[in-house]
């Protein structure tokens, strides 16, 4: 336990924890169940290809979201790709800068021009007004994002693409089990893409799904994730291997199986996280809409720097040292990320509202692999720290550390001027 400045590992404390603490580590479910379905496939010899599993694990998404067709892929990042091409995009796609670096590599990677748009002045979500601005002839479709599995703002954004003439997709990798004005995320839009990497709330090692009710995209899609097959030597379309195996099926039907106690674990994380650093200024635990289903899988810090006197690449380094890997999602924005940063279209482009977000926030580590006595210790330490933070930049600023020269010059340097 971290009761003074001096526990802590920067000032030559004990590490707080010989484990690494990460965020999402995988959720594994009921090892019986996985092992018995390994055997089963394996005594089949169905390993991929449309198997059996994977045809359930299709099923009961697609029973869960409430939508006619599911289509399991490999990742979602595969799922994007078939997604934008089912749904017939080109030219420009509007999406927020705030996210994976999927959601705009998805698009580039097939010749599409990602157009970075704005989040609301709350977050974490694309702003609508700020899509219906980016709008031009060469505009195809929107890909909002329900960042953390909050939704964005469907209806308004629906009701935009159904005045320009747009496609309306989702990339839903965080959303799976959560809901949008009572309806669940996956039946909005054109498409919606969900994701089951193993760091996901249900995780099938890795994979995806496009979920749609559109007869046409999901047509499109199915052929395009088997190489354009339509029979056995018959190929009508342009296609990729996008194909889910039968072993990621088993594990995502297992792990769906342990989705409601993996939901469960979840949710106590967040009450707990939010209980312990209740009343902490300058430290706000983003809040879920508790009227509406959620997976609750992240749970995310907002830190104000004029408040706790360090800045959240403080707070992350200091976590970092004590062997706490949180995660500064989505830093720094797509649109400082290569290849876009480099390219004339984004060099000027300001998105205020995304930078302001991805230079406050921190991802914790939440899950069923976490416990209450590992959160209270990095509640504990967090409280130290935005309770001291001007101390911590005044010993480090003096030279008074236990790593590295470096480690204090980035604390210093990334903390900015102090606002005592
Ligand atoms: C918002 C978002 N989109 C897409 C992806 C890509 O998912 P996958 O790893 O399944 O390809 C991720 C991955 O975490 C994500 O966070």
């Avoid at 091409?85 to 590599?105: C, D, W, Y």
């Avoid at 030597?233 to 594990?251: H, P, Q, R």
């Avoid at 106690?261 to 209980?275: A, G, L, P, S």
């Avoid at 380094?317 to 995660?327: F, G, H, K, P, S």
């Amino acid at each position: 336990m971290k009761l003074s400045l001096d526990d802590l590992r920067i000032f030559g404390g004990p590490l707080a924890f010989d484990e690494t603490q990460h965020v999402g580590r995988p959720n594994i479910g009921n090892r019986d169940r996985l092992l018995a379905r390994l055997d089963d496939l394996l005594d089949r010899r169905w390993l991929t290809n449309n198997g059996p599993y994977v045809q359930e694990f299709e099923q009961r998404i697609a029973d869960l979201v409430g939508v006619k067709h599911c289509i399991a892929t490999s990742n979602a990042t595969v799922a994007l790709e078939i997604a934008a091409r089912a749904a017939e995009l080109s030219g420009e796609v509007i999406i927020p800068s705030f996210t994976f670096v999927a959601t705009a590599h998805a698009l580039q990677w097939i010749g599409i021009t990602p157009v970075f748009c704005d989040v609301e002045s709350e977050g974490p979500n694309i702003d609508p007004d700020a899509v219906e601005k980016a709008i031009t002839p060469a505009t195809s479709g929107i890909l909002g994002v329900h960042v953390w599995g909050k939704p964005c703002g469907a209806d308004r954004l629906g009701e935009i693409a159904r005045r320009y003439g747009l496609r309306l997709l989702f990339d839903a990798a965080h959303a799976f089990g959560c809901s949008y004005r009572g309806r669940m995320i996956g039946s909005l839009g054109d498409a919606e893409v969900f994701s089951f990497h193993a760091t996901k709330c249900v995780n099938a090692f890795e994979g995806g799904a496009i979920v749609t009710n559109d007869d046409g995209i999901a047509a499109r899609a199915k052929l395009m994730r088997n190489f354009g097959f339509a029979t056995y030597d018959v190929v009508t379309s342009l296609g990729i291997n996008g194909k889910m195996t039968e072993i990621c099926a088993a594990m995502g039907l297992t792990s769906l199986e342990s989705m409601a106690q993996f939901t469960r674990i979840n949710y106590d994380n967040y009450r707990q996280y939010r209980r312990e650093l209740a009343d902490l200024p300058g430290i706000t635990v983003m809040a879920y809409d508790e009227g509406e289903q959620n997976n609750y899988h992240y749970v995310v810090i907002e830190i104000d720097e004029l408040t706790t006197g360090l800045g959240r690449d403080a707070f992350h380094q200091i976590l970092w040292e004590e062997n706490v890997r949180a995660r500064r999602y989505f830093y720094p924005g797509c649109h400082q990320l290569e290849p876009y940063r480099s390219l004339p279209r984004y060099a000027d482009l300001s998105l205020p509202n995304t930078e302001r977000l991805t230079a406050r926030v921190l991802c914790l580590p939440s899950g069923s692999a976490v416990t209450p006595g590992i959160i209270s210790e990095i509640c504990q330490i967090i409280r130290l720290v935005a309770t001291h933070g001007r101390e911590i930049r005044e010993r480090l600023s003096s030279g008074e550390f236990r790593t590295s020269r470096q480690l204090a010059a980035n604390l210093t340097a990334v903390s900015g001027p102090s606002h005592a």
